[in-house]
């Protein structure tokens, strides 16, 4: 049924700085914005090996229960350096939400989250299962 992740969305009360902020975090441009580039309602990026879809929608859209305060389910993006990539992330002005944790049973699976100014919850984790099931994927490249 489920097949994988299609695309994460947030909100943001102010799309043009949350897509300038997001740049910055991801290092690449938004790759696609509608309905136009001067006034988007929304604006997406291509992330990480596999391009998947993270999505900053105008908050005039979201649903009208919106939680005021960050919550819900937390998607976890795989992150080499779990300890840089949350200091850089608060550097970049991101608020703590979960500290650096290790869950199960020590097998590597390491998670935090941080809410980015806009107010969504951004988890980062380091996963080895991710990484066991990326590189199986990769061609081994041969030394000439």
């Not at 947030?10 to 509608?34: C, H, N, T």
């Not at 984790?125 to 990769?138: F, V």
Request: net charge negative; hydrophobic share 40%.
């Amino acid at each position: 049924m489920l097949r994988g992740l299609a695309t994460i969305s947030f909100y943001a009360d102010d799309l043009a700085a949350a897509r300038a902020w997001y740049e910055q975090v991801l290092g690449i441009d938004a790759y696609y914005a509608y309905p136009n580039e001067e006034t988007p309602g929304y604006i997406e990026f291509r992330v990480g090996d596999d391009e998947h879809e993270l999505g900053l929608i105008d908050a005039r859209y979201a649903p009208a229960d919106r939680p005021a305060q960050p919550s819900g389910a937390v998607a976890y993006w795989h992150v080499d350096d779990l300890e840089g990539s949350l200091d850089r992330l608060l550097a970049l002005g991101a608020t703590p939400h979960l500290p650096i944790t290790a869950q199960g049973d020590g097998e590597g699976f390491v998670t935090a989250s941080v809410v980015d100014p806009f107010g969504n919850i951004l988890g980062i984790m380091t996963n080895p299962h991710y990484r066991a099931i990326h590189e199986a994927r990769t061609p081994t490249r041969v030394p000439r």
